[in-house]
């Protein structure tokens, strides 16, 4: 789990607020994902860089904005969230994301919205 | 569009027996991916295999893909109470092999 972190790891935030979510790779790997985790639910990927540039947006509302200032880091920044938005948001990283890649987990952003 | 399915959802198992969980797709795939997550935790690579493949091993792992029935099954032999975790299967899509579809999983217990 090393390989690639998150912070924080857990998050409470009223409906008003806004925070952002933090991911680091530090694999060299050249693609990041935001996947969604919610209760009773399969996995859900949201959104993926591949160097910094966007490459799927996975149909997720606005009041999600991802952000990747490099290949190494990625955002995911939220604002005016509903209840239903409680989960665990997962960042993942793969050696490239056009060629058939095991993907890289981080221990994931436990999110309560209030 | 959901795509992997697990199959059984809940299996428990003594320690020392072998635990197998089943996977089912729906669309053609270049690869099949079978990760385990601790609760509340993140996922874990476990092992891929490649369409044009039938049969991995990795460990105490044992994977096999069965392209014409659209399934796959992990064998964990020798189970150990560490192996207690959701397994979960994903695979990609033809023209989008980054795009993993996560199946709900199969939440294993392995009683010491």
């Known amino acids: 789990e090393t390989g690639v972190t998150q912070t924080p790891r857990h998050l409470v935030m009223g409906m008003t607020n806004k925070k952002s979510l933090k991911c680091e790779q530090h694999l060299g790997h050249n693609a990041m994902y935001w996947y969604k985790q919610s209760a009773k639910k399969p996995l859900e990927l949201m959104f993926v860089y591949s160097l910094e540039e966007r490459v799927e947006n996975n149909s997720v509302p606005s009041r999600f904005s991802p952000e990747c200032p490099n290949s190494s880091h990625l955002f995911l920044h939220l604002h005016t969230l509903q209840p239903e938005d409680s989960a665990l948001y997962l960042c993942a990283s793969s050696q490239d994301f056009q060629s058939i890649r095991a993907q890289y987990f981080g221990p994931g952003t436990r999110l309560t919205v209030t | ?112």
């Open chain 2, 1 to 112: 569009s959901q795509q992997g399915e697990e199959d059984p959802q809940a299996l428990s198992i003594q320690e020392g027996e072998n635990a197998t969980m089943n996977c089912s797709y729906k669309t053609s795939i270049n690869n099949l991916q079978w990760y385990r997550q601790n609760s509340g935790r993140g996922l874990v690579h476990l092992i891929l295999i490649r369409s044009n493949e039938r049969e991995k091993h990795s460990g105490r792992l044992r994977v096999t893909l069965d392209t014409s029935k659209k399934s796959s099954s992990l064998l964990i032999t020798a189970s150990r109470a560490a192996d207690t975790a959701s397994y979960f299967c994903a695979t990609d899509r033809m023209d989008s092999s980054y795009k993993l579809i996560f199946g709900s999983g199969t939440r294993l217990l392995v009683r010491p």
